[in-house]
């Protein structure tokens, strides 16, 4: 468990000057299904989880901003004309980039004292960053009193992301860390943003999280590649209908009798992410039937157009997937962030979390080298004040 009495005794030794300071906890998320089809308009199913990230904050008289990492146990300083990204303090830039981005959109913002911490592993895709980026916007938007809607706030940290990290993610992630429910999956439609809950009455499965420990050293500048990729083959299908907003408007019929008009790599890129949106609905009709083989079969299909097609596995995620769901009882398991290491998600039967974690810990570190770790996670509510 996260200990907030640690980060609060911290805030009050380090700001002494700020004697109130409130709590505010962002969760990271797993993504069920539907991999990289966000910022191709296309639907996803992910869900907060209980892992966070919290952030004590409390308001300054200036314009400073003082920010200290309780992980890493290193502070950052600044002022808020002067926020640019700094390649030696890369945490700051999250908080940072939340502050910019509220001030470009007109919000006049005082300076801020914040302590932050969490138990949510970093960089390894359960989005680590976009939990602390929407902890943080609830604590701006609470403490400064400004007027910013749930959704405005999940657009302003996308967009902190965007501009200012300059990875050039999709909605997702800060979407599920701000508005997830317990015990529900969030089955959002990226096109318009409008979403509904399919609930998770499933007592004997369990998402086992393993953790490649695999430094995800290419992710963003190939996240950003795959973008730029999608956008070509849309651009292509913009060209035959204007009505294409994005990847999510080309149907599978439309993609195949297409596809030889889009260069490669393009081609595998779109021919991923058409399917894995039909994937997202299938998974969602598996899910409201109880059909959790199907959901497993599918969860398989989507990891092997994840490697082969999409490209984006690395041969520790390869790994860590056979052994995973070699382990009878596991329905399937994926990658869960962007790719290139970093985590990977098995829908598991209760009953087989055991010789699971004891595959894993026997098989993947010969295989790799690698320490792995892992955790069961259960899904929580979105981002809150802690009273
Ligand atoms: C990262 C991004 C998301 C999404 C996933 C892949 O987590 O932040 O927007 O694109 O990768 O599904």
Not at 16 to 41: K, M, Q
Not at 115 to 138: D, K, T
Not at 162 to 190: E, P, R, W, Y
Not at 363 to 379: A, C, D, H, N, Q
């Amino acid at each position: 468990m996260l200990n907030t009495d640690l980060l609060v005794s911290k805030f009050k030794k380090l700001y002494p000057e700020s004697p109130n300071p409130r709590i505010f906890a962002g969760p990271g998320r797993i993504n069920v299904i539907g991999g990289h089809t966000d910022y191709n308009l296309g639907f996803v199913l992910p869900c907060a989880v209980d892992r966070e990230i919290i952030v004590v904050a409390g308001n300054r008289g200036d314009d400073k901003l003082k920010l200290f990492s309780l992980d890493y146990e290193e502070g950052f300083e600044t002022t808020l004309d002067d926020l640019k990204f700094n390649n030696n303090k890369k945490w700051a830039n999250y908080l940072m980039g939340v502050f910019s981005v509220l001030m470009a959109d007109g919000f006049k913002l005082k300076g801020m004292n914040i302590v932050f911490g969490g138990n949510i592993p970093q960089g390894g895709g359960m989005s680590s960053s976009a939990a602390l980026e929407v902890a943080v916007a609830y604590a701006v938007r609470a403490l400064q009193e400004i007027n910013l809607s749930d959704l405005n706030l999940v657009k302003a940290c996308q967009k902190a992301e965007n501009k200012f990290v300059g990875v050039m993610c999709g909605i997702m992630d800060q979407f599920a860390s701000a508005m997830s429910k317990k015990d529900q999956l969030l089955f959002l439609d990226c096109a318009d943003l409008s979403y509904k809950f399919i609930p998770l009455n499933f007592p004997d499965l369990s998402f086992f999280v393993s953790d490649t420990k695999k430094q995800r050293t290419l992710a963003s500048s190939e996240y950003n590649k795959r973008r730029e990729q999608c956008t070509e083959a849309t651009n292509i299908f913009k060209g035959l209908d204007p009505k294409v907003r994005g990847l999510r408007d080309v149907s599978i019929p439309e993609f195949e009798k297409n596809k030889e008009k889009i260069p490669l790599p393009a081609r595998k890129r779109a021919e991923h992410v058409v399917y894995e949106i039909d994937r997202v609905k299938k998974a969602a009709e598996a899910l409201k039937n109880n059909n959790l083989e199907m959901l497993g079969e599918i969860e398989r299909s989507s990891m092997k157009s994840m490697k082969e097609t999409f490209e984006i596995s690395c041969p520790e995620l390869d790994a860590m997937v056979e052994i995973a769901d070699s382990v009878k009882g596991v329905y399937g398991t994926r990658i869960i962030g962007g790719g290139f290491g970093g985590c990977t998600l098995s829908l598991v039967k209760n009953s087989a979390l055991k010789e699971l974690e004891t595959k894993i810990m026997t098989e993947y570190p010969k295989r790799t080298g690698l320490l792995p770790e892992f955790w069961v996670v259960r899904s929580a509510d979105g981002a809150r004040e802690i009273v």
